[in-house]
C-alpha cells in the first residue's frame, strides 16, 4: 500500500560526523519536503523538491543538503557544519497542495 | 518572523463539548490553509483545509473558519472526543510557494 516510509525511526550519531536520513515514497508524488521540528516549535522546511533533480532551499538549509535523482527518493544530509543537529525530522511528499508526511526520524548526536 | 501563530500552546476541553484552535497569519497572499494533527513521535496527519475563495469547510465533526479581512483561521471540533488529544498544526501558504506551519496547540480532551 502507497506511503512515505523514513528509516531509521531513531538515529544516533557522533558530533562531527555526517549523517544521511531516509525518505522513499511510492504515492507518485512530484514534491517533497524535509522539515524539522524542535520542541515549541512548528515545522520548519529545509529542503523541498518540486520535479527530479531540482531542489530549492528552505527557511533553514544551512548545514544541510539534498539530493533529488528519483521520484520516489529525496534523501536529506545532515552535515557536521550543522550547528545544533538534534531534532525530529520529518519528510513529507504531495502533488496538490495537502503534503503528506511520513513518520518521521528522530536524530540523535551526542 | 513567524509568518503563522498559534498563540494557545496547550487547551483542555471535556468530552463531548465543542473545541475551538485557533491560527493567525501575516502575510495577505496566502490563499491556501491547511490543519494537521499530530500524536508525539509520529508524522502530522492531514485533518481539513480551506481556499482563500470559501468562509468555511465542514468534514464530519471537523469544521474551518477563515476570516481573510482578519487574518484569522480556526478549527472547530465538535462533539470532542478523547481520540482527538493530540497536537494540531496549521499551515498557510500560496500555490507554488512553500507552506508555513505554526507552532501548535496541544489539545487534551478530559474524558
Known amino acids: 500500500d502507497g506511503g512515505i516510509t523514513q528509516s531509521p525511526k531513531y538515529l544516533f550519531r557522533k558530533e562531527g560526523q555526517n549523517v544521511t536520513l531516509s525518505c522513499e515514497q511510492n504515492l507518485n508524488h512530484d514534491a517533497m519536503y524535509w522539515y524539522r521540528q524542535d520542541p515549541g516549535q512548528g515545522l520548519r522546511l529545509i529542503y523541498y523538491?518540486?520535479?527530479?533533480?531540482?531542489?530549492q532551499k528552505g527557511d533553514i538549509a544551512e548545514g544541510y543538503s539534498v539530493s533529488r535523482e528519483k521520484k520516489e527518493s529525496f534523501p536529506l544530509t545532515v552535515t557536521s557544519a550543522q550547528k545544533n543537529p538534534t531534532a525530529f525530522y520529518l519528510c513529507?511528499?504531495?502533488?496538490?497542495?495537502?503534503?503528506?508526511f511520513g513518520p518521521g526520524t528522530r536524530l540523535t548526536v551526542l | 518572523d513567524q509568518q503563522v501563530k498559534q498563540n494557545s500552546p496547550s487547551l483542555s476541553v471535556q468530552e463531548g463539548r465543542i473545541s475551538i484552535l485557533n491560527c493567525d497569519y501575516t502575510?495577505?497572499?496566502?490563499?491556501?490553509f491547511l490543519w494537521y494533527k499530530k500524536y508525539p513521535a509520529e508524522g502530522p496527519t492531514f485533518l481539513i483545509s480551506i481556499s482563500s475563495i470559501k468562509d468555511k469547510n465542514e468534514d464530519g465533526r471537523f469544521t474551518v473558519f477563515l476570516n481573510k479581512s482578519a487574518k484569522h483561521l480556526s478549527l472547530h471540533i465538535v462533539p470532542s472526543q478523547p481520540g482527538d488529544s493530540a497536537v494540531y498544526f496549521c499551515a498557510a501558504g500560496y500555490t507554488g510557494n512553500q507552506f508555513y506551519f505554526g507552532t501548535g496547540t496541544s489539545l487534551t480532551v478530559i474524558p
Open positions: 502575510n495577505s497572499m496566502f490563499d491556501y
Open positions: 513529507a511528499s504531495s502533488i496538490s497542495l495537502e503534503q503528506f
Open positions: 523538491s518540486q520535479i527530479v533533480n531540482d531542489f
